[in-house]
T-cell receptor, first 118, second 114 residues
Framework: AQSVAQPEDQVNVAEGNPLTVKCTYS??????LFWYVQYPNRGLQFLLK??????LVKGSYGFEAEFNKSQTSFHLKKPSALVSDSALYFC????????????????FGKGTKLSVIP | NAGVTQTPKFQVLKTGQSMTLQCAQD?????MYWYRQDPGMGLRLIYY???????DKGEVPNGYNVSRLNKREFSLRLESAAPSQTSVYFC?????????????FGPGTRLTVT
């Protein structure tokens, strides 16, 4: 089974500073990797994905992520953090389901709480 | 488009009571999912439906049943609720077209079992 790990439960960053939320993955084959954000009392929202192509992927709200095959990492980044970026961030990998070919799920990391301090 | 909708938003049950969580999507997606979210555990897959008429177990199916009523609707039933089922439940559907692969989530149902 595929898996992702988010080594930090919480990340604190000052407003205006760059932020990084870390994710490492373990997959067989080519990875499909994702970042989702969850604001308080809301469902998860898609931010960006890596399937193939450029290692630097740009997504919503000014976020980007860098795919690094040698380090098996897919870290989420933003050059200048906003207070409104404070939320829970989930890394995820596509994984095949038991029911056979063509059936997939997303396996999520445990999440990282990002707090941007004014 | 409303996207993925869930009802109810909140529910309190007593141990042993039953209830059904409703989910619907208007995006014509084939695959739908039920997750539970617990602090420090991320999201765990309860059941999924790869297409209308099919359902299958995920990582944590015990104590739950599902019905894929039609392409739009995928319900989750707790037959005899237990305190361990206190959680936030999310329904999701999947858009998969060539390299486009995005899961859309509902707003969640916050369930407390006392």
């Amino acid at each position: 089974a595929q898996s992702v790990a988010q080594p930090e439960d919480q990340v604190n960053v000052a407003e205006g500073n760059p932020l990084t939320v870390k994710c490492t993955y373990s997959v067989s084959g080519n990875p499909y990797l994702f970042w989702y954000v969850q604001y308080p009392n809301r469902g998860l929202q898609f931010l960006l994905k890596y399937i193939t192509g450029d290692n630097l992927v740009k997504g919503s709200y000014g976020f980007e992520a860098e795919f690094n095959k040698s380090q098996t990492s897919f870290h989420l980044k933003k050059p200048s953090a906003l207070v409104s970026d404070s939320a829970l961030y989930f890394c995820a990998v596509r994984d095949m389901l038991n029911s056979g070919a063509g059936s997939y799920q997303l396996t999520f990391g445990k999440g990282t709480k990002l707090s941007v301090i004014p | 488009n409303a996207g993925v909708t869930q009802t109810p938003k909140f529910q309190v049950l007593k141990t042993g009571q039953s209830m059904t969580l409703q989910c619907a999507q208007d995006m014509n997606h084939n695959s739908m999912y039920w997750y539970r979210q617990d602090p420090g555990m991320g999201l765990r897959l309860i059941y999924y439906s790869a297409s209308e008429g099919t359902t299958d177990k995920g990582e944590v199916p015990n104590g739950y049943n599902v019905s894929r009523l039609n392409k739009r609707e995928f319900s989750l039933r707790l037959e005899s609720a237990a305190p361990s089922q206190t959680s936030v439940y999310f329904c999701a559907s999947l858009r998969e077209v060539t390299t486009v692969y995005e899961q859309y989530f509902g707003p969640g149902t916050r369930l407390t079992v006392t």
